[in-house]
């Protein structure tokens, strides 16, 4: 069994999941495979080098890697994605070739498949095929960052974070999902506040009975509360 193979078998639930390579068959995925090798990134590691990303592109195989910016004269920071698994970086880096001024730290310890920008450029052109699933992936993540850039203007800090914690909800068993056991810190780096803010505001969840904080987890007690909530503040931004 070659590499590419071997990497098929263990990734396919992965490979499956990746909305930039939708679609892709096993033929041209065990072709693209042979290009990339498997790298393990320990809990909060801080992945400052833009070059790294520059000249790499990650398929996340598991843990939750956060892509933030920082202010030029502060530590204040923004979560623009919140990335885990089956998500991919740097896609921007990826179509026109330039540093992208953002930063990246696993939030849990992390595996991903590595490939060379040139290498996975080079297998772009030969498969141009491929292109409108490429250029579908670009434009909802701008329409993420587009979404995101409105509510920071135009919405509430409590709405935002009513809109973050019901986005991340499992329809099935209502418990939280991909933002889970996040510190208070982290909620707030992606509802552009502060961690005082964000805790002061969890805790009026807590005491009206739609929350429960233990641990840095928050578990859902009330959704139709955290919807009548949502109904509230939208109502009033």
Known sequence: MNTSEALYIRYKPVLDSCEFFRNLGEEHWKELLLSFREELWTK?????????????????????????????????????????????????????GDKHRVYYECLDSTKVLAIRMDELRRWMQQQPQFYPMFLQYAAKMMRKLEKTASELIFTDLSTRLLQLILSNINERNHQLELIDNLPNKELASMVGSTRAVVNRYLQTLKKKGAIQITRNRIKIMNMDLLLKELKIHSGNS
Do not use: P, Q, W
Request: with cysteine; glycine share 4%; charged share 25%.
């Open 44 to 96: 909060n590691t801080c992945i400052l080098n833009r070059k790294k990303f520059l000249f790499h592109f990650y398929i996340i195989c598991r843990g939750r890697v956060k892509m933030y910016r920082l202010a030029e004269n502060s530590l204040k920071e923004h979560t623009l994605f919140l990335l885990s698994k089956g998500d991919v970086f740097d896609v921007f880096c990826l179509f026109d």
